[in-house]
Structures are given as C-alpha cells and as structure tokens.
Nanobody, 119 residues
C-alpha cells in the first residue's frame, strides 16, 4: 500500500507564500507524473500543477507565474511553492501520484492539506 502524505498548509495573508510537500512511501517501483489539485467549498477538484518524471511541468492559468512545482525523484517527493497568494487560492490541496508497483499502475491521493488565504 502507498500513502502520499502532504504537509505545509496553513493560514497566510494575501501576498504571502507557502510551500507544500508531498512524499510517497511504500511498495513503489517508479513514479510517473505527480501533481497538485485543489478543491474549494462547493467547487470541483481542479488541477493546479503537475510534473512528469522527466521534469516537464504544466500549470493552471490561474497560478502561472505565482506557483512553482518541483520534485525530488530520489525522495519520491513533490513540492509546490506558492507565492503572491490570493484569497481565491483558499482550498484543500491534494497531492496525486501516478505510481508503478509490482502489481500494476495506480493513482494515489493524499489526505489533503488546508490552505487559507486571508484578505
């Protein structure tokens, strides 16, 4: 069993910064893409940013130029550096990892971490 674990959420004022981390551990052969999603109350979960094993990235238009995704393959960890935060960034942020194991390929979700941006 694999369980990605997120950390780094919290309360910050508008214009501030936060750094989220997500580490995957367990029976892992390799990890393909890793990404961050978010879900605000009453809204659907949406992709924020993703990074492939080779380092290619893509971002939601709403966070381009403010957020940076990166990963450490040796640590099975993905990061999300969030700068110039806005109240509309308030949401629960979830990590997702596309993981190859001995019995197949699976998508795993973390438990989520709350990010609250006050105006």
């Amino acid at each position: 069993q694999v369980q990605p674990v997120e950390s780094g959420g919290g309360l910050v004022q508008a214009g501030g910064s936060l750094r989220l981390s997500c580490s995957a551990s367990g029976s892992i052969f390799s990890i393909n893409a890793m990404g961050w999603y978010r879900q605000a109350p009453g809204e659907q979960r949406e992709l924020v940013a993703a990074v492939t094993s080779g380092g290619s990235t893509n971002y939601a238009d709403s966070v381009k130029g403010r957020f940076t995704i990166s990963r450490d393959n040796a640590k099975n960890t993905v990061y999300l550096q969030m700068n110039s935060l806005k109240p509309e960034d308030t949401a629960v942020y979830y990590c997702n990892a596309d993981i190859v194991q001995s019995n197949g390929r699976w998508h795993y979700w973390g438990q989520g971490t709350q990010v609250t941006v006050s105006s």
